[in-house]
């Protein structure tokens, strides 16, 4: 089983600060992309941000300059710095990863989801 955790979600006020972790544990051969997605209310669920194993990160145009997706492989870990937030920012946060198993197959996972608020 693999299960993936996030943390860090909370209620802000505009222009403050956050910050999300997730998690990766469980049989884990190797955990490749990782990434955040958020979904508001009555919204689809987007992309917010991704980054490879390797380092390599790319952001939605709405949170450039301004979310800075990071990992650390040695603790299966992700995380989003979100700064300047704003009221739009709300949503529900999903860590989203690519997981080989010790198996070799290649499954995607999605956590739980972490709140987000930003009051004006």
């Known amino acids: 089983q693999v299960q993936l955790v996030e943390s860090g979600g909370g209620l802000v006020q505009a222009g403050g600060s956050l910050r999300l972790s997730c998690v990766a544990s469980?049989?884990?051969?190797?955990?490749?992309?990782m990434g955040w997605y958020r979904q508001a209310p009555g919204k689809e669920r987007e992309l917010v941000a991704t980054?490879?194993?390797?380092?390599?990160?790319n952001h939605a145009d709405s949170v450039k300059g301004r979310f800075t997706i990071s990992r650390d492989n040695a603790k299966n870990t992700v995380y989003l710095q979100m700064n300047s937030l704003k009221p739009e920012d709300t949503a529900v946060y999903y860590c989203?990863?690519?997981?080989?198993?010790?198996?070799?197959?290649?499954?995607?996972?999605w956590g739980q989801g972490t709140q987000v608020t930003v009051s004006s």
């Open positions: 989203k990863a690519d997981i080989t198993k010790y198996s070799y197959a290649k499954y995607d996972y």
């Open positions: 469980g049989s884990i051969w190797r955990v490749n992309a």
């Open positions: 980054i490879t194993s390797g380092g390599s990160a």
